[in-house]
């Protein structure tokens, strides 16, 4: 791996129900978690619970699921990046699928929480990933060609330091069904000759993490032999016991 550390980010969506269910989950991820290990570990809970967060532990960072464009504003149900910096947020995941799908969020959106996201000092993970129909039709490149372009247009040269790209098969969230190694890295590839034709030698330093059914028994094959800088992990982050042996399995 070209970076020092490996990535975690534990997407928990819209869970758990309670307070005190996020305040256990949240528990039992740190407490499997040994902080003198090679892992920044990132947890990005429903909006709600980041004030339960503020305060945290050192051994990990505080995400958000997604942010608003704007500072202020009439914008009802949104979130701003400077309100996510105030409680402590650090990451912040951007153009998930779940958004683009179930709420019709573009490109060209996500272009822009991107830009404002990065300018207020936030560390920006933007998914990119095909769907099965576009899989089947052998559209994989030129959909996360198209992604990765328009979503980092409003991006120069120069500001992509804070910049992560996260490849999420959409075909592969959720219904334990991973990507293959082998063609994950090969897709990995393909992201990052498109970077660095976008952003010159800048675009090799940006992490590219892998999701998409992710767990313990799968992780290290992601990481392993100069493959991906880490991994966006969602259902499998809202059990803190296979987190333990996620981390167990990375720095074996």
Same mark, same amino acid.
């Given at each position: 791996?070209?970076?020092?550390?490996?990535?975690?980010?534990?997407?928990?969506? $819209?869970? %758990?129900?309670t !307070?005190?269910?996020?305040?256990?989950?949240?528990?039992?991820?740190? #407490?499997?978690?040994?902080?003198?290990?090679?892992?920044?570990?990132?947890? *990005?809970?429903?909006?709600?619970?980041?004030?339960?967060?503020?305060?945290?532990?050192q051994?990990?960072?505080?995400?958000?699921?997604? *942010?608003?464009?704007?500072?202020?504003?009439?914008?009802? +149900? !949104? $979130?701003? %990046?400077?309100?996510?910096?105030?409680?402590?947020?650090?990451?912040?995941?951007? #153009?998930?699928?779940?958004?683009?799908?179930?709420?019709?969020?573009?490109?060209?959106? =996500?272009?822009?929480?991107?830009?404002?996201?990065?300018?207020?000092?936030?560390?920006? =993970?933007? *998914?990119?990933?095909?769907?099965?129909?576009?899989?089947?039709?052998?559209?994989?490149?030129?959909?996360?060609?198209?992604?990765?372009?328009?979503?980092?247009?409003?991006?120069s040269?120069?500001? $992509?330091?804070? &910049?992560?790209?996260?490849?999420?098969?959409?075909?592969?969230?959720?219904?334990?069904?991973?990507?293959?190694? !082998?063609? @994950?890295?090969?897709?990995?590839?393909?992201?990052?000759? =498109?970077?660095?034709?976008?952003? +010159?030698?800048?675009?090799?330093?940006?992490?590219?993490?892998?999701? +998409?059914?992710?767990? @313990?028994?799968?992780?290290?094959?992601?990481? !392993?032999?100069? #493959?991906?800088?880490? &991994?966006? =992990?969602?259902?499998?982050?809202?059990?803190? #016991?296979?987190? @333990?042996?996620?981390?167990?399995? $990375?720095?074996?």
């Open positions: 791996m070209r970076f020092m550390k490996k990535i975690i980010v534990a997407n928990w969506k $819209i869970n %758990p129900s !307070e005190k269910k996020a305040k256990k989950l949240f528990d039992d991820t740190i #407490g499997g978690f040994n902080d003198d290990k090679n892992i920044e570990l990132v947890i *990005c809970p429903p909006d709600i619970y980041l004030p339960l967060f503020k305060n945290h532990s051994k990990v960072k505080l995400g958000a699921q997604d *942010c608003f464009w704007k500072k202020g504003g009439a914008y009802t +149900g !949104e $979130i701003s %990046p400077d309100i996510l910096k105030n409680y402590g947020v650090s990451y912040v995941i951007l #153009g998930h699928s779940e958004r683009r799908i179930n709420l019709g969020e573009t490109d060209a959106m =996500i272009a822009k929480k991107i830009k404002i996201a990065q300018s207020a000092g936030l560390k920006t =993970i933007l *998914c990119v990933g095909e769907t099965m129909a576009q899989k089947k039709q052998r559209n994989t490149f030129s959909v996360i060609k198209k992604q990765l372009t328009e979503s980092l247009s409003l991006l040269k120069n500001k $992509i330091t804070s &910049l992560i790209i996260a490849y999420e098969p959409v075909w592969a969230i959720g219904p334990g069904d991973p990507c293959p190694r !082998e063609t @994950a890295l090969m897709v990995m590839a393909d992201i990052r000759n =498109i970077l660095t034709k976008l952003f +010159g030698k800048n675009g090799v330093n940006v992490p590219i993490l892998y999701g +998409g059914s992710v767990d @313990a028994t799968n992780t290290n094959d992601y990481l !392993e032999n100069h #493959g991906f800088d880490g &991994l966006l =992990i969602g259902g499998a982050s809202l059990d803190g #016991g296979e987190m @333990a042996k996620i981390f167990s399995s $990375i720095t074996r």
